[in-house]
Antibody, heavy 123, light 111 residues
Framework: QVTLTESGPALVKPRQTLTLTCTFSGFSLSTSAMCVGWIRQPPGRALEWLALIDWDDDKYYSTSLKPRLTISKDTSKNQVVLTMTNMDPVDTATYYC???????????????WGQGTMVTVSS | QSVLTQPPSVSGTPGQRVTISCSGSGSNIGRKYVYWYQQFPGTAPKLLIYRNDQRPSGVPDRFSGSKSGTPPSLAISGLRSEDEADYYCAAWDDSLSGNWVFGGGTKLTVL
C-alpha cells in the first residue's frame, strides 16, 4: 500500500522559512521514473503546483515560486523535503505531498496524495 | 487567476449527465494530456481521469474524459448525490521551464 504523510509546523511567522517533510512508503524514489512533489491549496481556493523531484535527482519548480523553493530527497529514509523561504500570509494553505512518474520526459498524473498539512502564516 | 479555465459551478439532478469544460492554451492542453481530480470537502484530491480519457482502477465508468471536443471536458453520467464535489482539471505546460497548471475548480451540485 502506497502512502504519503506530510509533516511540518502548523504555524510560521512572516519572513520565516517553512520546512515540510513528506515521508512515504510502498514505493522507492530510487525506482526509475518515480517522482514525488508538492501541491498547495489556500483555503477555499484552487490547487497550485509547487515542485517535484525525480529518482535521478532532477528537480522541477513552479516558475513563479522558484526563487523561494528548494526540494530535496533522502532515498534511504523515504523522505522528500520542501523548503519555502520568506513566508507571507498569502502562503497560508494546505500543503499536499504527491506521487507521480515521469513519462517521456514529462510528469504524469498525481496518482497518490497525502492527507495534507495546514500551514498558517501569521505573526 | 488560474491558467486553465473551468466554470465555477455546474448542477444537475440525479440520473442526469453533466459536463465540465477546461480551457487553456497551446502550451498546455493544446498539446499535452489533460487530467481531472475530484475533491470532497476537507479531503485530499483524488485522481479521476488521466491522459485525457483514462480511468484509474476503481473509478466508475460514469466518469469520462474527452479531448476530442473543444475545449476538453469531463462528463459525469447517471449523476448521483455522492458525486457532489469540486473537480479540477490540470495539464503540464511546457512554456518556460515547464509547470503543472490547474483550473480554478468547478463545484458540482446535485439538486
Amino acid at each position: 500500500q502506497v502512502t504519503l504523510t506530510e509533516s511540518g509546523p502548523a504555524l510560521v511567522k512572516p519572513r520565516q522559512t517553512l520546512t515540510l517533510t513528506c515521508t512515504f512508503s510502498g514505493f522507492s524514489l530510487s525506482t526509475s521514473a518515480m517522482c514525488v512533489g508538492w501541491i498547495r491549496q489556500p483555503p477555499g481556493r484552487a490547487l497550485e503546483w509547487l515542485a517535484l523531484i525525480d529518482w535521478d535527482d532532477d528537480k522541477y519548480y513552479s516558475t513563479s515560486l522558484k526563487p523561494r523553493l528548494t526540494i530535496s530527497k533522502d532515498t534511504s529514509k523515504n523522505q522528500v523535503v520542501l523548503t519555502m523561504t520568506n513566508m507571507d500570509p498569502v502562503d497560508t494553505a494546505t500543503y499536499y505531498c504527491v506521487r507521480t512518474i515521469i513519462v517521456r520526459g514529462v510528469p504524469d498524473a498525481f496518482d497518490i496524495w497525502g492527507q495534507g498539512t495546514m500551514v498558517t502564516v501569521s505573526s | 487567476q488560474s491558467v486553465l479555465t473551468q466554470p465555477p459551478s455546474v448542477s444537475g439532478t440525479p440520473g442526469q449527465r453533466v459536463t465540465i469544460s477546461c480551457s487553456g492554451s497551446g502550451s498546455n492542453i493544446g498539446r499535452k494530456y489533460v487530467y481531472w481530480y475530484q475533491q470532497f470537502p476537507g479531503t485530499a484530491p483524488k485522481l479521476l481521469i488521466y491522459r485525457n480519457d483514462q480511468r484509474p482502477s476503481g473509478v466508475p465508468d460514469r466518469f469520462s474524459g474527452s479531448k476530442s471536443g473543444t475545449p476538453p471536458s469531463l462528463a459525469i453520467s447517471g449523476l448521483r448525490s455522492e458525486d457532489e464535489a469540486d473537480y479540477y482539471c490540470a495539464a503540464w505546460d511546457d512554456s518556460l521551464s515547464g509547470n503543472w497548471v490547474f483550473g480554478g475548480g468547478t463545484k458540482l451540485t446535485v439538486l
